[in-house]
Every structure is written in structure tokens, then in C-alpha cells.
């Protein structure tokens, strides 16, 4: 079995990449992803524990962009080299501007009267701290019941406790994963916001050159458009169940939820062809 896109706890995954590895067995995924948000970090550290399990690992990272003034991610594979030089320099530009927002946002949140550190969010996320390690702390203080309304009520780009962040527009991002000799792929295209068939032309434009059409997000019928947009536009197919560990608790390595993914295992070689 193939998975092609998790999260360690060296960004908002629970798993430390040893254990990723050992759930991957678990799981019977012999292929794994590992698409840490703007680090390498996770994967890095899995390769020997990989090595020493039979698992194969894909290199790969997530990218939070910004597509008409929504987030949009993107799955960056296959990077010459693993994305050393330029590229992971890049990224380290992208860990910079998350820890300025960060800053902002402990602030805001202060404001808002709770009481939480930059220290205590960045003792979970390691590498990357995210507005999810924000969520999970004003749950364990009783600030709010649960990660949903953390986000609803405070974190989401559209609540009160909301900062903003610089984030690399869209194409810029393509850009930079493709000029490193990746595979830039759409990231679970379910959440893009507006119609993604008709931000095709646009986005293909911007060199996007692969889409995730297999997702745990997504129905049997998101994954036929998201298929057939690929089809008719000639993009590779990446698929994932976007693991996440114990924050994401319905969702398992390589079957998604309750079973609702299954990724076709010719899709690897098609990427590593960049044949389509
Ligand atoms: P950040 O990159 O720190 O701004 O956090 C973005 C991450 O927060 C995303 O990758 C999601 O995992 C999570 N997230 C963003 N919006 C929501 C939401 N409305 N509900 C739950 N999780 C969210
Ligand atoms: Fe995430
Ligand atoms: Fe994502
Ligand atoms: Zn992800």
C-alpha cells in the first residue's frame, strides 16, 4: 500500500518520525510521504528508521500558500537532491515569517485574555508551530471544548484571534518547488476555496503539474473530478491520507477514514516518469 502524504510532531502530527515508521508497518504501507509543513525535519530523521523497517519514503513537503487571499496548500515531491541548497533555504524563509506571526498571535491571544506562551505552543510543534498547537493548548486549559471551536471561535481566518501571516502567493510557491526539479501537486483540492475546475487554466499557468485526487477528505465523487480535471489537463495524480496522529483520530496511514481511500499503486511509477 502507498500513502503519499503524513505529518510528524516536527510539524502538527503527533507521531515522532520513529513512531510514523512504525505505524506505517502497522498499517502495511511499504511506500510513506512524509509532507511535514515547511520542514524536513520529520523526514530527515525517518530515512534510518525507514531503512531499517523495509519502508520506502517519499520525500516530500507542504507548503501553505495564499490563492485569491485564501490558503491554499500545496504538496511539493520528488525535489532534486531532497530540496537541499536554495529550496531548503526557502522553506527556512517560510519557518521565519510563521514564528513572526506566532509572536503576533500569542499577543493577540493575550489580548483575548488567555494565558498562553510562545514557549509552551513551541514545546509541542518542534520545527513548526502552527495555529493547531495554539488549539490544543486552550483546550488542555478549559479555554474552550475542543479543537473545533478553537479554530471556529478564534484561529480561523475568519474569527477574532486571527493574525495574519505572510504566505507565499500561490504561483510563487509552484515556482519555487518546480525550479528545484520537484512535482508541485494541489493539495487536498476539497478545501480550495472557489471552483477549482475553474481556477484550472490559472494554476496550470503558475506550473502546477500535479494534483491529489486521492485524499482522506474527499468522496468517491471529489476524487472522479479531481481525476478527471487531471485527465483533461494532463497532471500527475498524488494521493495521501494526510495522517496526522492523534489529533486527526479518524484518520489511518494508507486507508483514510473507515476505509474511504485507496490509492492506486501505478500512480508512483507515473510520478517518478513525470508521465501521466
Ligand atoms: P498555520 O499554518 O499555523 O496557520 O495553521 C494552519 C493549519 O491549521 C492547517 O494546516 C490546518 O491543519 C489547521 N487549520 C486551519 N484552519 C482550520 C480550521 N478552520 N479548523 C481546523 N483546523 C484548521
Ligand atoms: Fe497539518
Ligand atoms: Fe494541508
Ligand atoms: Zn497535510
Same mark, same amino acid.
Given at each position: 500500500m502507498i500513502d503519499l502524504h503524513s505529518h510528524t510532531n516536527e510539524s502538527d502530527g503527533t507521531c515522532s518520525p520513529e513512531e510514523l515508521i512504525q505505524e506505517a508497518v502497522r498499517a502495511g504501507v511499504d511506500t510513506l510521504g512524509i509532507t511535514d509543513h515547511d520542514t524536513f525535519k520529520g523526514f530527515d530523521q525517518a530515512v534510518p528508521f525507514a531503512a531499517a523497517a523495509g519502508v520506502q519514503l517519499v520525500c516530500g513537503i507542504e507548503i501553505s500558500t495564499k490563492l485569491h487571499g485564501h490558503s491554499a496548500h500545496l504538496l511539493g515531491y520528488f525535489l532534486a537532491d531532497n530540496g537541499i541548497g536554495d529550496f531548503r533555504t526557502w522553506v527556512l524563509d517560510q519557518q521565519a515569517a510563521r514564528r513572526d506571526r506566532n509572536l503576533r498571535l500569542v499577543a493577540r491571544l493575550r489580548e483575548l485574555g488567555f494565558d498562553i506562551t510562545l514557549a509552551e505552543a513551541e514545546a509541542r510543534g518542534k520545527?513548526?508551530?502552527?495555529?493547531?498547537?495554539?488549539?490544543?493548548?486552550?483546550?488542555?486549559?478549559?479555554?474552550v471544548a475542543n479543537l473545533r471551536r478553537a479554530f471556529d471561535d478564534y484561529l480561523d481566518e475568519s474569527a477574532r484571534g486571527y493574525v495574519y501571516r505572510r504566505e507565499p502567493l500561490f504561483a510563487e510557491g509552484v515556482a519555487h518547488i518546480r525550479n528545484a526539479g520537484g512535482i508541485a501537486s494541489l493539495a487536498h483540492p476539497v478545501r480550495v476555496k472557489g471552483d477549482v475546475a475553474a481556477l484550472m487554466p490559472e494554476l496550470l499557468d503558475a506550473g502546477l503539474n500535479a494534483m491529489e485526487a486521492y485524499h482522506?477528505?474527499?468522496?468517491?465523487?471529489?476524487? $472522479?473530478?479531481?481525476? +478527471? #480535471? $487531471?485527465?483533461?489537463? +494532463? #497532471?500527475?495524480?498524488?494521493g495521501g491520507s494526510d495522517f496526522h496522529g492523534t489529533v486527526k483520530p479518524g484518520v489511518n496511514l494508507g486507508t483514510g477514514c473507515q476505509g474511504n481511500l485507496s490509492i492506486p499503486e501505478d500512480l508512483l511509477e507515473k510520478l517518478r516518469a513525470r508521465d501521466p
Amino acid at each position: 500500500m502507498i500513502d503519499l502524504h503524513s505529518h510528524t510532531n516536527e510539524s502538527d502530527g503527533t507521531c515522532s518520525p520513529e513512531e510514523l515508521i512504525q505505524e506505517a508497518v502497522r498499517a502495511g504501507v511499504d511506500t510513506l510521504g512524509i509532507t511535514d509543513h515547511d520542514t524536513f525535519k520529520g523526514f530527515d530523521q525517518a530515512v534510518p528508521f525507514a531503512a531499517a523497517a523495509g519502508v520506502q519514503l517519499v520525500c516530500g513537503i507542504e507548503i501553505s500558500t495564499k490563492l485569491h487571499g485564501h490558503s491554499a496548500h500545496l504538496l511539493g515531491y520528488f525535489l532534486a537532491d531532497n530540496g537541499i541548497g536554495d529550496f531548503r533555504t526557502w522553506v527556512l524563509d517560510q519557518q521565519a515569517a510563521r514564528r513572526d506571526r506566532n509572536l503576533r498571535l500569542v499577543a493577540r491571544l493575550r489580548e483575548l485574555g488567555f494565558d498562553i506562551t510562545l514557549a509552551e505552543a513551541e514545546a509541542r510543534g518542534k520545527g513548526m508551530t502552527g495555529r493547531p498547537h495554539f488549539a490544543q493548548i486552550m483546550v488542555e486549559k478549559g479555554y474552550v471544548a475542543n479543537l473545533r471551536r478553537a479554530f471556529d471561535d478564534y484561529l480561523d481566518e475568519s474569527a477574532r484571534g486571527y493574525v495574519y501571516r505572510r504566505e507565499p502567493l500561490f504561483a510563487e510557491g509552484v515556482a519555487h518547488i518546480r525550479n528545484a526539479g520537484g512535482i508541485a501537486s494541489l493539495a487536498h483540492p476539497v478545501r480550495v476555496k472557489g471552483d477549482v475546475a475553474a481556477l484550472m487554466p490559472e494554476l496550470l499557468d503558475a506550473g502546477l503539474n500535479a494534483m491529489e485526487a486521492y485524499h482522506s477528505d474527499h468522496t468517491a465523487s471529489d476524487t $472522479a473530478l479531481y481525476l +478527471g #480535471l $487531471a485527465r483533461k489537463y +494532463g #497532471l500527475l495524480v498524488t494521493g495521501g491520507s494526510d495522517f496526522h496522529g492523534t489529533v486527526k483520530p479518524g484518520v489511518n496511514l494508507g486507508t483514510g477514514c473507515q476505509g474511504n481511500l485507496s490509492i492506486p499503486e501505478d500512480l508512483l511509477e507515473k510520478l517518478r516518469a513525470r508521465d501521466p
